[in-house]
């Protein structure tokens, strides 16, 4: 019987060469790292706008260049633009940069048992990870931030004040409300860069804090005062984020649930929020550890 093809012998040589696995090329190595640094930078800006507070460094220089100038600029120039015809850049940068938000308006939460509270948090923190320290946030800037803006304080601040003036009574006279208690119970995060306490699970208390910062959002717009983000209201108080501590991201990529799971659901206390201020985030803290108030207004008094 006669041997077929598939009895007969294969010959090594005509296996085909294994394919070679070939390192991926520099130029793909650098479009990785530069996809892992956007990715970080935007993890970055969004801790610092849902928290109030901005990676601008008070070092940069911003340069003002009226619309006039334009023909003036040269190629290493770094402009945006704002509503009010006027150009913000940082000197020295060749690609154009939004403007970072420098301002915010907040709601201060100052009660000593919620302190106390959130500050036992921070200590178990770092007792899980040592280098978390550098991620906490003092615990005597607490508070709710409404919205957060960049603002030109040589022509704009007094705009900002009369806005929050508006604000407050817009409140006043558009609430079916004269006062406003949060009660803050359990942890959550935001992607797990941002660690906070929520404000508790109710109807009409999220309903209260969405109004009070629908309001705040509209006056400041209706005197040339825009949000720097548009995403939907979401109430919460930092405690800790990871963009307080750049360097550690090769050590800690996101908190752990496991560091805070058994506060999850704790009651830290309920706040009478009975003022409003306008802060800054770049200028000195006071003396007390909070921020620079700009004004600061009663929400419901006289």
Known sequence: ???????????????????????????VRQNRAQRRQAKREEDDDHANLVDGSSSTSQNDKVVIIERSDMTHLTATSSITVTEKSVYVGVEGKQKPSKRHPNYFVALP????????KLEDVQKHL??????????LVDIRT????????????DLCLHDARRALQASVEAIKSECDFSSLTVQF?????????????????????????AKVAEIVIRCFKEHGIDSSDN??????????KLSNAPELRRVVKKFKSDDYYQYVADDFGIEDIKVVQLCSMLKPKQDNGYYHVAEELSLFGD
């Open 1 to 27: 019987m006669p041997e077929s093809d598939l009895d007969a012998p294969i010959s090594t040589e005509e296996l085909p060469s294994p394919v070679k696995q070939c390192e991926p090329s520099k130029r």
């Open 109 to 116: 939460i100052s009660g000593e048992v919620m302190r106390s």
């Open 126 to 135: 770092v007792k899980c990870q040592p280098c978390l320290k550098r991620t």
């Open 142 to 153: 607490l508070h709710l931030t409404l919205m957060v803006f960049y603002l030109d304080e």
């Open 185 to 209: 119970e359990g942890l959550d995060s935001f992607r797990d860069q941002v660690l906070f306490a929520k404000p508790k699970e109710n109807e009409e208390q999220e309903r209260n804090l």
């Open 231 to 240: 995403r939907p209201f979401n109430a919460h108080m930092t405690i800790a």
